[in-house]
């Protein structure tokens, strides 16, 4: 199945936004201070933001990628 370039590019700037999203998650469970399992929940903000932006790179740059192959051809 093809995806568009601009498909492609729009996936990654969701992925990016879930994983700022994940991050501040992240951040407010590090910042709690009287929430009993914040340790946890901050670890797994983060590991999920960083999982999520590289998600994001990836399909940024196959969204590159894939525009770059198709050479120009004159229209008929």
Do not use: Q
Not at 38 to 63: N, Y
Not at 64 to 73: H, I, M, Q, S, V
């Amino acid at each position: 199945m093809k995806i568009s370039s601009d498909t492609c590019k729009a996936i990654s700037v969701i992925f990016f936004y879930m994983a700022l999203l994940s991050f501040l998650i992240g951040m407010a469970g590090r910042l709690k201070e009287s929430f009993h399992s914040r340790a946890e929940i901050s670890t797994a903000g983060f590991t999920v933001a960083a999982v999520l932006a590289a998600l994001g790179v990836i399909t940024f740059l196959f969204s590159w990628r894939n525009k770059t192959d198709k050479p120009l051809e004159p229209p008929l």
